[in-house]
Protein backbone atom coordinates (compact mmCIF):
# COMPACT_ATOMS: atom_id res chain seq x y z
CA UNK A 1 0.00 0.00 0.00
CA UNK A 2 3.06 2.45 0.66
CA UNK A 3 4.69 1.94 -2.37
CA UNK A 4 1.52 2.19 -4.44
CA UNK A 5 0.58 5.63 -2.66
CA UNK A 6 4.54 6.56 -3.49
CA UNK A 7 4.87 5.46 -6.68
CA UNK A 8 2.09 4.42 -8.74
CA UNK A 9 3.10 3.60 -11.77
CA UNK A 10 6.56 1.73 -10.09
CA UNK A 11 3.86 0.05 -8.23
CA UNK A 12 2.36 -1.27 -11.43
CA UNK A 13 5.51 -1.76 -13.84
CA UNK A 14 6.67 -4.32 -11.00
CA UNK A 15 3.45 -5.54 -10.72
CA UNK A 16 3.55 -6.27 -14.52
CA UNK A 17 6.90 -7.98 -14.63
CA UNK A 18 6.50 -10.82 -12.00
CA UNK A 19 3.07 -11.45 -13.67
CA UNK A 20 4.88 -12.54 -16.75
CA UNK A 21 8.17 -13.38 -15.53
CA UNK A 22 9.19 -17.50 -15.83
CA UNK A 23 7.66 -19.94 -16.64
CA UNK A 24 3.67 -19.07 -17.45
CA UNK A 25 2.02 -15.66 -17.69
CA UNK A 26 -0.71 -14.72 -14.41
CA UNK A 27 -3.14 -13.95 -17.11
CA UNK A 28 -5.34 -12.34 -14.59
CA UNK A 29 -3.27 -9.54 -13.42
CA UNK A 30 -1.82 -8.64 -16.34
CA UNK A 31 -5.55 -8.08 -18.04
CA UNK A 32 -6.34 -6.39 -14.69
CA UNK A 33 -3.83 -3.40 -14.72
CA UNK A 34 -3.23 -2.84 -18.39
CA UNK A 35 -7.06 -2.96 -18.97
CA UNK A 36 -7.96 -0.68 -15.99
CA UNK A 37 -4.86 1.76 -16.14
CA UNK A 38 -4.51 2.22 -20.26
CA UNK A 39 -6.68 5.71 -19.92
CA UNK A 40 -5.13 6.79 -16.67
CA UNK A 41 -1.48 5.86 -16.26
CA UNK A 42 -0.54 3.66 -18.55
CA UNK A 43 2.25 5.75 -20.59
CA UNK A 44 4.18 6.92 -17.13
CA UNK A 45 3.63 2.52 -16.35
CA UNK A 46 4.99 1.95 -19.48
CA UNK A 47 8.13 4.40 -18.91
CA UNK A 48 8.40 3.25 -15.60
CA UNK A 49 8.73 -0.29 -16.67
CA UNK A 50 11.47 0.20 -19.12
CA UNK A 51 13.63 2.40 -16.41
CA UNK A 52 13.46 -0.44 -14.01
CA UNK A 53 13.98 -3.53 -16.33
CA UNK A 54 15.89 -2.50 -19.31
CA UNK A 55 13.06 -3.68 -21.46
CA UNK A 56 9.51 -2.30 -23.62
CA UNK A 57 6.26 -3.45 -21.85
CA UNK A 58 5.15 -4.53 -24.89
CA UNK A 59 8.46 -6.56 -26.01
CA UNK A 60 7.62 -8.64 -23.12
CA UNK A 61 3.97 -8.68 -23.18
CA UNK A 62 4.78 -10.04 -27.24
CA UNK A 63 7.37 -12.56 -26.15
CA UNK A 64 4.77 -13.94 -23.22
CA UNK A 65 1.91 -13.91 -24.83
CA UNK A 66 0.40 -15.37 -28.54
CA UNK A 67 -2.69 -14.92 -30.87
CA UNK A 68 -5.21 -12.29 -30.81
CA UNK A 69 -4.24 -12.17 -26.86
CA UNK A 70 -0.80 -10.97 -27.77
CA UNK A 71 -2.52 -8.35 -30.58
CA UNK A 72 -5.25 -7.10 -28.05
CA UNK A 73 -2.66 -6.29 -25.52
CA UNK A 74 -0.21 -4.94 -27.65
CA UNK A 75 -2.80 -2.14 -29.21
CA UNK A 76 -4.02 -1.31 -25.77
CA UNK A 77 -0.48 -0.89 -24.65
CA UNK A 78 0.20 0.29 -28.15
Known amino acids: AVQC???RPAFFAERLY????????DDSTLIRIVVSRSEIDLVQIKQMFTQMYQK????MIASDTSGDYR???LAIVG
Open 56 to 59: TLAT
Open 5 to 7: ALN
Open 18 to 25: YSMKGAGT
Open 71 to 73: QLL
